[in-house]
């Protein structure tokens, strides 16, 4: 398991997209600085190039025909500059299938900076502070002489959120008293540990 903190951007975390995926699709994107994306980005990539070396060890003829594909890419802007961002792509599929035929439903945990379970009411904007908790899987795809490397989306924590399409509340400053009542707190979700401040892994 890996954690990266960054920047959410386009987070469809409580209900999936099935315009593309008729399953269904949880998904959320995280910037950071190349600067401090350079080590996950190292450990993704040597495990693109063991999936490669594996590959080719099976089938030689695969040496010089495979291509990879990270889970990262140089973020741009609109005019298609580099921004000094990488962005790392998570996602989960809302339904999967077993072997013996079963179909299964999932979805991501979503927490606040205290671990308390968000239920969707609020969503995440772009420029919320995240911490999101992947799985990295190495694949090799023979239909496209394909290796790579996915990032399969298991928890969401928000640090810091930005509302998503609704700004309204920005023009209040933070008061002592109301507060929402919590939903209940899962104590089985451990994955973030209990200092939302820390410094975890990539």
């Known amino acids: 398991m890996k954690i990266i903190k960054g920047n959410a951007r386009w987070a469809k975390v409580f209900e999936p997209d099935t315009r593309y995926v008729p399953e269904g699709e949880y998904s959320i994107q995280v910037t950071l600085p190349e600067a401090e994306a ?3 980005c190292e450990q993704f990539n040597s495990m693109i190039e063991a999936k490669r070396a594996e590959a080719v060890k099976d089938n030689p003829k695969l040496t010089n025909v495979l291509s990879t594909h990270q ?3 140089m973020d741009t ?17 809302a339904r999967v299938k077993s072997k013996d035929g079963k179909v299964y439903e999932q979805k991501p945990m979503v927490v606040d900076a205290k671990k308390t379970p968000l239920d969707g009411s609020t969503l995440i904007g772009n ?3 995240v911490k999101i908790a992947v799985e990295p899987f190495a694949y ?8 790579g490397v996915t990032l399969r989306l298991k928890a969401v924590q928000v640090i810091d959120i930005v509302e998503y399409g609704n700004n309204a509340a920005s023009i209040f400053e933070e008061e002592d008293g109301f507060v ?5 707190k899962d104590d089985a979700l451990d994955v973030f540990g209990g ?3 820390a410094e975890g892994d990539f």
């Open 38 to 40: 350079t080590e996950v």
């Open 77 to 93: 802007d609109e005019a298609g500059t580099p921004t000094g961002d990488i962005v790392f792509k998570a996602k989960m599929k």
């Open 127 to 129: 420029g919320s502070v």
């Open 180 to 184: 929402t009542a919590a939903v209940q």
């Open 140 to 147: 090799m795809m023979p239909a496209t002489k394909t290796v």
């Open 71 to 73: 889970p990262f890419e």
């Open 195 to 197: 200092d939302a401040d």
